[in-house]
């Protein structure tokens, strides 16, 4: 079956901007996540959906990052004034568990690129 | 916060070699699973462990959850040019306030395999 997928597969953007993200999980999956992996590291967790419900947002770096999730199930990472630190590669990532959602799997990840 | 500390941070092999790589951490984990990241692609899930000492093969892998909850292991037999990637522990810490599934992963190991 289809796996996760995400749009736009590459995003360039002016400082100050703004961006939205998409992620289209794997269809019936309760769990979202989505990840930012700067370029070298590996990902970093920014923010969790079972459902439509946003249980954990604690990985977001400021309050210029915003997520939602409103009919549980695609979902979209919106980034406000793009700041030349927001470059990353953005992954969301589903499971059909909800926590603690042991298996995730990862879509191919948005890289975005601030100038 | 929790980090992992993945090692080593890259190897070059020649092909049909036994490859070994290993995560360690300061706190417990609840879960640790093994991800196989390629260029342009999001990680896709190799192994995952539930239980301390728990060992678990998957074709030519084998990984295991150290009986501390502190370390796994991630081995690799008889490499093959296709094993080429990043490979990257993730652990699901257990339960504290917000955070309650998110994955933290290690910074990878880069495998590249001489034929």
């Known amino acids: 079956g289809a796996g996760v997928s995400q749009s736009p597969r590459y995003k360039v953007a002016k400082r100050g901007q703004d961006v939205a993200l998409r992620c289209d999980p794997i269809?019936?999956?309760?769990?979202l996540f989505w990840y930012q992996q700067a370029l070298g590291q590996g990902p970093e967790f920014l923010t969790y959906f079972q459902n439509e419900a946003q249980l954990d947002k604690s990985g977001l770096p400021s309050d210029r990052f915003f997520a939602e999730r409103p009919e549980g199930s695609v979902s979209t990472l919106k980034i406000q004034r793009t700041q030349q630190e927001d470059s990353a590669v953005y992954l969301c990532?589903?499971?059909?568990?909800?926590?603690?959602?042991?298996?995730?799997?990862f879509g191919p990840g948005t890289r975005l690129t601030v100038t | 916060g929790q980090q992992l500390n993945q090692s080593p941070q890259s190897m070059f092999i020649q092909e049909g070699e036994d490859v070994s790589m290993n995560c360690t951490s300061s706190?417990?984990?609840?879960?640790w699973l093994w991800y196989k990241q390629e260029p342009g692609e999001g990680p896709v899930l190799l192994i995952a462990?539930?239980?301390?000492?728990e060992l678990t093969s998957n074709g030519r892998l084998t990984a295991q959850f150290g009986i501390t909850r502190k370390d796994s292991f991630l081995n690799i037999s008889a490499s093959i040019p296709s094993d080429v990637g990043i490979y990257f522990c993730a652990g699901r810490p257990p339960p504290n306030g917000g955070s309650q599934g998110n994955l933290i992963f290690g910074k990878g190991t880069k495998l590249s395999v001489k034929p």
């Open positions: 462990l539930y239980k301390a000492g």
């Open positions: 269809s019936g999956h309760v769990s």
């Open positions: 990532a589903s499971s059909p568990w909800g926590l603690p959602a042991y298996e995730q799997y």
């Open positions: 706190s417990i984990f609840n879960t």
